[in-house]
């Protein structure tokens, strides 16, 4: 069974670092095809895939993010990192980590965090 578990503070001052932590048991982060992923989800708003690491170890970003995102990981602790850079309160949000299978020219994500509310707020 695959679990994801999100950790970090619920509360984040304007123009701060927002750090999540996504701690995985039941699969590897080197898994083939397997892209660990960052989402989220604004209050009253949809979903919103923020970027991802690959089993490789490389990283790709949602394009209006990529300037102030950095995704790493720790495959010896089984965990990948969001760092969020200069927060405002529009980056208040559900964030989920999740696990997004590619196949050939799509994918699907399969496993899902429980997701943890972030609030930017001074």
């Known amino acids: 069974q695959v679990q994801l578990q999100e950790s970090g503070p619920g509360l984040v001052k304007p123009s701060q670092t927002l750090s999540l932590t996504c701690t995985v048991s039941?699969?590897?982060?080197?898994?083939?095809?397997?892209?660990w992923s960052w989402v989220r989800q604004p209050p009253g708003k949809g979903l919103e895939w923020v970027g991802a690491?690959?089993?490789?170890?490389?990283?790709d970003h949602n394009a209006s993010l990529k300037s102030r995102t950095s995704i790493s990981r720790d495959t010896s602790k089984m965990q990948f990192t969001l760092q969020l850079y200069s927060v405002t309160p529009e980056d208040t949000a559900v964030y989920y980590c999740?696990?997004?299978?590619?196949?050939?020219?799509?994918?699907?994500?399969?496993?899902w965090g429980k997701g943890t509310l972030v609030t930017v707020s001074s």
């Open positions: 690491i690959t089993s490789s170890g490389t990283t």
């Open positions: 039941g699969a590897s982060l080197t898994d083939n095809s397997a892209h």
């Open positions: 999740a696990r997004r299978r590619e196949i050939g020219a799509g994918g699907f994500f399969d496993y």
